[in-house]
């Protein structure tokens, strides 16, 4: 069965802090994963996909097979980070979702 | 880029009700989806459809259904409503790519209240 585990519903770190959103999927083929972040009041918007193996906003993440995760991370917070964190599992054209990290970033 | 309309952005309805949520995607997607979005449960899927009259159940679909007649617009049907639909509906489209997920495009999403 496919799954998402975001262990922590609310990471809260200070202004300069480094960030970890954490993830861990569950699934039996080639998984493809991804982030997706919703700001206040704003739709919820794709961050990064791990295929693309790209930094957005100063955002990575790395698939670790090994270990089953596709923790989200950054060197150093920012206020304008704070936002709604969801990780996404993709198998035949459908998604399934973690239930979300609310991030909150304090000056 | 890619512009997924919902038709309303809150919307009040009495149990019992028949309710209508519609979607419009801009970009001739195939494929689209309903989710639910509720605190502590992320997102779950109630029902998506890869092609024009064609629809799947998700996770979740009890006491909705779906109609895709045309490519661009899918609405999400509550039969009759009860209170615990209380919820933000979110649709998204994509467009299917060979063998992989793809990513999807949100609407706005509507919040809907159950009286």
């Known amino acids: 069965a496919q799954r998402v585990t975001q262990p922590e519903k609310l990471l809260s770190v200070f202004k300069g802090a480094p960030v970890e959103l954490k993830c861990n999927y569950s699934?039996?083929?080639?998984?493809?994963l991804f982030w997706y972040v919703q700001y206040s009041r704003q739709r919820l918007q794709l961050l990064l996909r791990h295929i693309s193996r790209e930094s957005i906003k100063g955002f990575t993440a790395d698939l670790n097979k090994g270990e089953t995760s596709f923790h989200l991370k950054k060197p150093f917070a920012q206020e304008e980070d704070s936002a709604m964190y969801y990780c996404?599992?993709?198998?035949?054209?459908?998604?399934?979702f973690g239930a979300g990290t609310i991030l909150r970033v304090k000056s | 880029d890619v512009k997924v309309t919902q038709s309303s952005r809150y919307l009040v309805k009495r149990t019992g009700e028949k309710v209508f949520l519609e979607c419009v995607q801009d970009?001739?997607?195939?494929?689209m989806f309903w989710y639910r979005q509720d605190p502590g449960l992320g997102l779950r899927l109630i029902y998506f459809s890869y092609d024009v009259k064609m629809k799947e159940k998700g996770d979740i679909p009890e006491g909705y259904s779906v109609s895709r007649e045309k490519k661009e617009r899918f609405s999400l049907i509550l039969e009759s409503a009860s209170t615990n639909q209380t919820s933000m509906y979110l649709c998204a489209s994509s467009s299917p790519v060979q063998g992989r997920g793809s990513a999807q495009h949100f609407g706005d999403g509507t919040r809907l209240s159950i009286l």
């Open positions: 996404a599992l993709s198998g035949r054209n459908k998604l399934v």
């Open positions: 970009m001739d997607h195939e494929n």
């Open positions: 699934y039996s083929g080639s998984p493809e």
